[in-house]
Each structure stands twice: as C-alpha cells, then as structure tokens.
C-alpha cells in the first residue's frame, strides 16, 4: 500500500526503484496484552506521523493478533510499506497461498508490500520461491523476501530458478551483534538485497548501555536513538524498532534527523568492535 508521500525519514532505495522509510515498526509483541491496545495504536500511529511509515508483522505473532492490532492502526493515507511473515511450517505452494489470505485478512489490506519466509527451517525453496511468484502474479504481494538466511543459505536461494528475485534479507542486527558485517552485509550490497535490521535494540540489551547513555547525552536524544541512527547509519539499512509505547516510538523517531559524527561513530567501535572473522549468523 506504499506511495511516495514526503516524509522527515530518511529512506532507503530498493533495487525495485521503491524508496521506502529507513526506520519501521516492529510489532513482535504488540496485540498480546502487554501495553493497552489503544496505546499501542497510538504507537504505532505516532510512528507513522513521525516519518516511520513501514510496519513489520508475521502470521506468528500472537498467533495473528499482531497483525489484527496493525489493522486498526494502519493510516492509509500515510501509506506504509507493509511486511508480513509466512512460518516455514507454512512454507508449501497452497500453505503460503492459504497463510497469505489469512494475513491481508487480519491487516484488511489488498495487497502486502513485501512477504517474507521467516526462517528457512526445511523448506523446499523452489517451492517457496514459485509460491512468492505466483502471489506476486495474483496481485497479493508487490515483492518477496526471506529472514535469518546467512551467506550460505543465500547462495542456496540463488542457485533456484527465481530465487535472485528476492528483495530483502530480514536478519538481526544492532551494535551488540555485529557479525553480518564481515560477509551477509557485503555479500548482500553486491547481490542488491537489502538488509533489514531486527532487534534494533538488542531486544532490550542495549536499553542501559553506558556509552549509547553519554553519546545520547551529548547529542540530545535518548540512548535508543543513538542505536537506531548507528543500525541505519549506511543508508542501505531498515531498521525495524519495536515499540507499543508513544513516548518511546518519539524517542526512536530522533533517530531519523541524527547524523553520528567520526566521534561517536569511534566510541562506538570501541564499545562494539566489528568482527574480525564469519560469525555464524545471530538469532533470536
Ligand atoms: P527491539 O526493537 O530491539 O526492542 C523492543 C523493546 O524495546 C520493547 O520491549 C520496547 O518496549 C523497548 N523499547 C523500544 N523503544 C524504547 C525506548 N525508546 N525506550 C525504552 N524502551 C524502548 O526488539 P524486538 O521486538 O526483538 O525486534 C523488533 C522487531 O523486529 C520485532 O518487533 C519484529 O517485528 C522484528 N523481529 C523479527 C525477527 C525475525 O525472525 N524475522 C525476530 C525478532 C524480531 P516498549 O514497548 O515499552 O517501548
């Protein structure tokens, strides 16, 4: 459901010509009674208000509550870039048909932006990639991807008939885990497959950290911001923060309009060293 509207985000072009918002809003945990559903409405509106108009979502979560909540909260005429998941177990030509149904259902929505295959598991991906094409033939999804694919995986995905038309790799990346650098993120750039950054925020791990605290000090913004503008620092990332509390979502917004300078960036480095050897790709 994504257009072009003019938006304080910076924004991150796909090989398809789309340029969609740098900074998102994950949706893990909304929708399961954490926060009140109004507030995390609010949330997730806000963000969009605030310029991060792409809402991550999976049939997994909450068993589709996540994406039912994301149906009331969707602003159409800010028109964000939509993702949701289908499961591995999912993963067959009329699964992935019947999951993907099940999904716009839940948004309310003709069409999702982007459809990804959550995790590998056993799939059979020749099986996924024609069942992707054959959505994307029937108007279901505008494109596809797939999440937590390592290097080798993709070398997998790319030797299938098809397999190069995938558009995104949805991985987790923050400054505490570092590891895509030494080869997923170059071998993506190179293959043009952009990389979106889960966990932003560690999953929380980074929420206290001393130096993202002093550089957030210095610049002006929260902690959370620092981490957000480092995880999207290239231009070539998506970051996807989840959030179901409207200050918070305010907080990570600042990450939109934060330029880290050669300072921070090396107190950064310093605190996180990035990797000097393949590490097998990180997980939730
Ligand atoms: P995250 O975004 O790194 O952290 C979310 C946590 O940080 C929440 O508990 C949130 O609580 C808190 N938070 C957010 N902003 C804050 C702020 N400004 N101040 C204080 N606390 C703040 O973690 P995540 O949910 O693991 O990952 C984000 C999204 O990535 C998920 O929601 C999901 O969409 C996606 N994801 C994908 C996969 C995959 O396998 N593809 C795996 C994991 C996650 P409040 O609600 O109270 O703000």
């Not at 459901?1 to 304080?8: A, L, R, V, Y």
């Not at 911001?225 to 923060?241: D, K, N």
Request: net charge negative; aromatic share 6%; proline share 5%.
């Amino acid at each position: 459901m994504s257009t072009s509207t003019s938006s304080p985000c910076p924004e991150v072009l796909l090989r398809t010509g789309h340029r969609v918002a740098a900074l998102g809003l994950g949706s893990w945990n909304l929708g399961q009674g954490r926060h009140p559903p109004h507030q995390e409405i609010e949330a997730l509106r806000t963000g969009q208000q605030l310029g991060m108009r792409l809402i991550d979502t999976a049939e997994m979560y909450g068993n589709g509550r996540s994406e039912q909540l994301i149906g009331q909260a969707i602003d159409s005429a800010l028109a964000p870039y939509l993702v949701s998941k289908v499961l591995p177990s999912n993963a067959s030509a009329r699964g992935i048909a019947r999951a993907c149904e099940a999904s716009l259902q839940r948004l309310g929505v003709r069409t999702l932006d982007l459809y990804l295959l959550h995790w590998r598991g056993g799939s059979d991906l020749a099986e996924v990639v024609a069942a992707f094409e054959a959505l994307r033939d029937a108007g279901k999804i505008r494109d596809w991807g797939v999440s937590n694919f390592d290097v080798d995986d993709m070398q997998d995905l790319w030797r299938i008939d098809g397999g190069q038309r995938c558009l995104v790799n949805q991985v987790l990346y923050h400054a505490g885990s570092r590891g895509i650098e030494f080869d997923l993120l170059p071998w993506c750039a190179d293959h043009e497959v952009t990389v979106m950054a889960y966990s932003p925020l560690g999953s929380r791990a980074l929420l206290d950290h001393p130096v993202l605290h002093a550089i957030g000090a210095r610049r002006g913004v929260a902690a959370t911001a620092v981490a957000l503008a480092w995880a999207i620092r290239s231009g070539q990332v998506i970051a996807i923060p989840e959030s179901g509390t409207p200050a918070h979502v305010r907080e990570n917004a600042a990450a939109c309009t934060l330029q880290l300078d050669a300072q921070d960036l090396a107190a950064l480095d310093s605190a996180f060293p990035p990797p000097t050897r393949k590490q097998p790709l990180d997980l939730l």
